[in-house]
């Protein structure tokens, strides 16, 4: 098999990178000639202790390694691909406390409980007051734009929803909800210098919100209510959430229910700006496929990794034990041998097996049902309020290791 041309250096979780654009020319060169592929790092920069990972390409060996948690541990290292340099390892071991980052038979207990509350009829519960709350957010953008008639669609628009989601779902007072967006904010951009956020910063931000969780859960075991939170921590009978437990769980869905649908709805609208036929056919016939399509296109997590739980093989070459595996979700997301023209946003693919939500598997994300509904929900109120939006810059890009994430995106109204 001939080797790739790769720049030198190429490395797939460099923030400076992503921060630019996601690697597709490199990730296809990649998948064509070493579709497993071993990618040096310097000892330490990316907080783990030793010397790269192994790159995983394709669609077929991403949903294997996604499915076989018997060999590849999210639990060993996590699931983060890379951390700041400066994390230590007990910060590192503090994150195996998340469900994203714990093995069978651990994550299926605690999978099993908090299912309750993404069950089709507690999604179905949300959808009338979501429809209102995404109406109103179209609408307060519009009010609120400049003179000119620009404004950030990513603050106006696409953070609201996803947290009033968050919020409606937990129980969590609406007032709270900015709180949310900057201790979630503060856990993933300590990548990105114009935050100036500190690991120590996104340590403490995570602290603050699984305290706050916390409180919460502690309250609902004193006076249960009508939400979600009293049935993962207050049910009678053996099967509950402990507060802590349930603390790490907002946690995780602040940044996996959070962060990832916000950054699919930014770049969802980007592409609909870009591909104004595209735009147009929605506008129109609102095609049920559409937000499948956007969650593919977006792929707003690049990669997870996980680590060999003994010597095994993939792709043709042998992996050892304690090896840590990338799977490059958008680099599957655009496999030529899955997805006709993967390159072209097309709102009516279908079928459409992407991995935007993971590969299968245990870790599947839980929140997909809802993260569809936030997506048909806001750009359904979109088209019907701001049908003419367009773009009035280009995107800022998040500088980060793994998330593909717009910071700005500015867009005009009218005239």
Known sequence: MPCPHLPEGFDATDPDLLQSRIPLPEFAQLRQTAPVWWCPQPRGITGFDDEGYWVVTRHADVRHVSTHPELFSSNENTAVIRFNEHISRDQIEVQRLIMLNMDPPEHTRVRQIVQRGF?????????????DRARKIVEAARSGAAADGSFDFVTSVAVELPLQAIAELIG???????????????????????????????????????????????????????DIVTQLVAAEGEGNLSSDEFGFFVLLLAVAGNETTRNAISH?????????????????????????EIVRWATPVVSFQ??????????????????????????????????????????????????????????????????????????????????????????????AAWLNGIKELQVSVGG
């Open 306 to 399: 996980r680590t060999a739980t003994q010597d095994t093989e993939l792709g043709g070459r042998k992996i050892k034990k304690g090896d840590r595996v990338g799977l490059f979700y958008s680099s599957a997301n655009n496999d030529p041998e899955v997805f006709d023209n993967p390159e072209a946003f097309d709102i009516t693919r279908d079928p459409n097996p992407h991995l935007g939500f993971g590969g299968g598997g245990p870790h599947f994300c839980l929140g997909k049902s809802l993260a569809i509904q936030e997506i048909e929900l806001i750009f359904n109120a979109i088209a019907d309020t701001l049908p003419d939006l367009r773009l009035a810059g280009d995107p800022r890009r998040l500088r």
């Open 119 to 131: 069950t089709p009829r507690a999604i179905r519960g949300l959808e009338s007051a979501l429809r």
């Open 172 to 226: 969590i007072p609406q007032d709270d909800r900015a709180r949310i967006f900057d201790w979630s904010n503060k856990m993933v951009a300590y990548d990105d210098p114009e935050y100036a956020i500190t690991e120590e910063i996104g340590a403490e931000a995570a602290m603050e919100l699984i305290g706050y969780s916390m409180n919460l859960a502690a309250d609902r075991k004193q006076c249960p209510a009508k």
């Open 268 to 292: 969802g609208m980007h592409a609909f700006l870009t591909h104004p036929e595209q735009w147009e056919l929605y506008k129109r016939d609102r095609p049920a496929t559409a937000a499948e």
